[in-house]
């Protein structure tokens, strides 16, 4: 008879995994123009491209501003695991705590 996993055993893991994955595997993604970047050049309007507004971002190009290495686009994919749960996360409380509210009678 084997137990279940318990609930933060099985969220610490997912956390470290997704970390483990957005900081080293970030290392080995392609440097080879996205889909419409390549489409682009073969079409020959990639010259036309502007910049977007987020281009002076701290974290824009999926690397840390100022620096060009592998650690910074492991750094970049590190923060954007730790923002992403982070904004979920506080939307989830929200919604729960929205949720909890609505039950209760107000009169």
Do not use: I
């Not at 609930?7 to 483990?20: E, F, I, K, Y």
């Not at 994919?77 to 730790?82: E, H, L, S």
């Amino acid at each position: 008879m084997s137990r279940a996993p318990r609930t933060r055993t099985v969220w610490v893991t997912g956390l470290l995994l997704a970390l483990l994955v957005a900081g080293v595997g970030s290392w080995y993604a392609s440097s080879s123009p996205d889909g419409l970047e390549s489409a682009a050049e073969q079409a020959g309007f990639a010259d036309t491209a502007q910049d977007s507004a987020t281009a002076d971002s701290p974290l824009a190009d999926y690397a840390v501003a100022g620096e060009e290495s592998r650690v910074s686009t492991g750094t970049a994919g590190v923060a954007g695991v730790v923002v992403t749960l982070a904004l979920a996360g506080g939307l989830t409380l929200l919604v729960r705590r929205r949720a909890a509210g609505a039950g209760t009678p107000t009169d």
